[in-house]
């Protein structure tokens, strides 16, 4: 069946430094979505890539969609301490899958 | 609503008891999804509602678990005979399609 899978678990960075997790899935993806958690809450959307090859960027946010449509990865730059949680990829095939998630914790 | 609602928030119920989650998506949502959560754990899919496609039941965990959706609209998830290991939150979430999805706030079972 179709899988996501996301690496890393776990990042902890000081504040400043930049972040990535990256997401790949066994199978073709229609597109793929990205979701933060915050602790105590609900995943919430951040951004849905949909075409081969597509970079999409949201302030210190790069979200980019590999050629295959397989694989998919978010990068923060110069990280915040508003920026920790949970990041989730959800990869679109024939529903909607979401990775294991990257933890991200933030030193001041 | 404007978002999706979940309810009860909350259900503390003993082992071996019957358990309903309720769920209500965005008005016009055509696809409705169920998640469970464990702490500091991912998203594991339980159940995925199309429009009036047949469901996709294949992250349901045993047969002690079931979901419909009356009229495309209102679902409920049961979990029958409840056990310690089915303590997590259950997160509901509807789109429009393909696109962008929208999360309840969660129901949070705690079975003791």
């Known amino acids: 069946g179709q899988q996501v899978m996301q690496i890393p678990q776990y990042q902890h960075v000081q504040e400043g430094e930049d972040f990535t997790t990256y997401c790949n899935s066994s199978t073709t993806l229609s597109n793929i979505q990205w979701y933060k958690q915050r602790p105590g809450g609900h995943p919430v959307f951040l951004i849905q890539l949909v075409k081969s090859g597509e970079v999409k960027k949201q302030k210190r946010l790069t979200f980019q969609f590999g050629e295959a449509k397989k694989n998919s990865s978010l990068h923060i730059t110069a990280t915040q301490t508003t920026d920790v949680g949970t990041y989730f990829c959800a990869g679109y095939g024939n529903k909607l899958v979401f990775g294991a998630g990257t933890i991200l914790r933030v030193k001041s | 609503g404007a978002g999706v609602s979940q309810s009860p928030s909350n259900k503390v119920t003993e082992k071996g008891k019957d358990v309903e989650l309720r769920c209500d998506p965005i008005?016009?949502?055509?696809?409705l999804y169920w998640y469970r959560q464990s702490l500091g754990q991912g998203l594991e899919f339980l159940i995925y509602?199309?429009?009036?496609?047949?469901?996709?039941k294949s992250g349901l965990p045993s047969d002690r678990f079931s979901a419909e959706r009356t009229g495309g609209s209102v679902s409920t998830l049961t979990i029958q005979r409840t056990q310690q290991e089915d303590s997590a939150v259950y997160l509901c979430?509807?789109?429009?399609?393909?696109?962008?999805?929208?999360f309840g706030p969660g129901t949070r079972l705690t079975v003791t």
């Open positions: 008005s016009g949502h055509t696809a």
């Open positions: 979430a509807s789109s429009l399609g393909e696109s962008r999805t929208y």
């Open positions: 509602f199309q429009g009036n496609s047949a469901p996709d």
